[in-house]
């Protein structure tokens, strides 16, 4: 596989993806098995764990930073979700060792008033939830976000990454203690972000209903080809789309900011769905195709992972959306997973390393590795979690069965089916498509009525059901015509 990817990604993505998709156990325009997504979300995550399998640490990543820094807590968001999938034990010991060895607190402790040290909070917040005996995985988070009750200024609030970083872990605080407190000081962060940061009212652009990172990219940016364009990085607007997910998650309907943080995400998804590439990725800049043009993992997976939980929460329509989903999760794991037998068997390719723009850790390519490995897993995993959670494939949970009559009398066969959205349905007698006619009715139902059956009519009668997601054949049934 791997020298697959290194010939022909060279070319196109989309020129090549649909091929690669059938070797991976996908098909293209389908989604895959669940066994499959739980397989791909484990490979990549045993190759991380395999990498670095010393849990926590004092300075061990790039920069001499400790592993409770945002890219290691975005990583155990996604751990957490595929252990919630699979109960591995080995998931969660990770993460508690992760948890154990900072004590459970934040980079610089209690009074911390970076945003992006909050990160580690919404898993140490999980890790409690899981084991509420264990009140000390807890007592830190709750404190910090005591001291930014009382303390923290909402001008330290400059970048859009900010929203991930911090606002799920007052979310999750209000919704474990039911202190609105913690509500109402993340809405104040939300809005200072969307609408009073910034010479043009917020980050947020009102009209293209996308982020942009800071103030610095809001106008005069130059795209790599030269020329002036919006500048809408992909990364930061993944950062947006999941905080707006996992907040709402969590959050009842009935706070009084939800429907806010509904229409934003509905507004982002609307326009995320209109920038997907064709091949399923979405590219660095969302203003610019052409601004570093390639497939981009991190993004695409925030994407694919907002996408997927809009629709299972009911928050998307299916109809609209699923095929973004079922494309964009075909392309991380086919187009960007590597299958292979090796040291990289489970690596993540075009991951664009850390930064605040296109430009940051370029080239991205298949085989770069960008300076941290964890925060794209995470989202990669997080994405896995809710396209698993889709139960969209038709499956017959009821067979037709077999039937002899004597010429002359009528039969009928049915089948039950479930998917979302609801499959469609195609008769077929050894393997030919039937349609209604004279002595036949329901040919594109769960019910197929043959009248005034004739010996020509005997044969083995199988259905394909269909939706958005994929297909299933029931099996055959016999039909005896005496």
């Known amino acids: 596989m791997t020298m697959l990817f290194k010939r022909l990604f060279s070319l196109p993505v989309w020129l090549v993806l649909a091929g690669l998709l059938a070797s991976t156990g996908a098909r293209a325009g389908f989604l895959p098995t669940r066994e499959q997504i739980r397989s791909d979300m484990e490979l990549a995550n045993r190759y991380f764990t395999n990498k670095w399998p010393t849990a926590g640490c004092t300075n061990c990543l790039p920069g001499n930073r400790p592993s409770n820094v945002w890219t290691r807590g975005t990583y155990f968001e996604g751990a957490l979700a595929l252990y919630r999938i699979n109960h591995a034990p080995e998931i969660y010991d990770y993460a508690v060792r992760w948890g154990t060895f900072h004590d459970w607190a934040l980079r610089y402790g209690d009074t911390d008033i970076d945003p992006n040290s909050q990160c580690a909070l919404q898993s140490y917040i999980e890790l409690y939830q899981f084991d509420p005996a264990r009140t000390n995985r807890l007592m830190h988070a709750i404190s910090n976000a ?184 075909n392309a991380l794991a086919a187009g960007a997973l590597h299958h292979e037998a090796g040291a990289n068997d489970g690596f993540l390719g075009y991951v664009q390393g850390t930064g605040d723009q296109p430009a940051s850790g370029q080239p991205v390519t298949y085989n770069s590795v960008p300076d941290f490995e964890d925060y794209a897993l995470g989202a990669f995993l997080l994405a896995g979690s809710q396209v698993y959670a889709l139960d969209a494939l038709p499956v017959i949970i009821q067979q037709p069965a077999g039937e002899t009559v004597n010429a002359g009398q009528m039969v009928t066969f049915n089948v039950v089916a479930t998917g979302a959205p609801a499959p469609v349905f195609q008769w077929r007698r050894d393997g030919t498509n039937l349609s209604n006619g004279d002595r036949v009715s329901g040919a594109a139902t769960s019910s197929l009525t043959l009248t005034k059956v004739r010996i020509v009519d005997a044969g083995n009668y199988t259905v394909m059901a269909t939706n958005l997601a994929g297909m299933a054949t029931s099996s055959k049934a016999a039909l005896d015509v005496n």
Request: proline fraction near 4%; charge should be positive.
């Open 146 to 329: 005591n001291y930014w009750l009382r303390n923290t200024n909402l001008n330290r609030l400059t970048f859009v990454d900010t929203l991930h970083m911090s606002m799920p872990m007052f979310a999750k605080l209000a919704a474990l203690t039911g202190n609105t407190n913690y509500a109402e000081r993340m809405y104040a962060c939300f809005d200072y972000i969307k609408s009073v940061h910034g010479r043009s009212n917020g980050l947020y652009n009102a009209t293209d209903h996308l982020w942009w990172r800071d103030t610095n990219f809001m106008a005069g940016y130059r795209a790599s080809d030269g020329t002036t364009q919006k500048c809408y990085w992909s990364r930061g607007n993944g950062w947006a789309f999941v905080a707006l997910a996992r907040v709402m998650d969590v959050l009842p309907p009935t706070d009084p900011h939800y429907a806010v943080y509904r229409q934003t995400f509905q507004q982002m998804a609307a326009a995320l769905k209109a920038v997907q590439r064709p091949d399923g990725f979405w590219n660095v800049n969302l203003g610019c195709a052409n601004d570093y043009p390639g497939p981009e993992t991190s993004g695409t997976a925030m994407f694919t992972y907002g996408l997927a939980w809009g629709i299972n929460k009911g928050c998307l329509d299916i109809h609209a959306y699923l095929p973004s989903v079922i494309n964009g999760w």
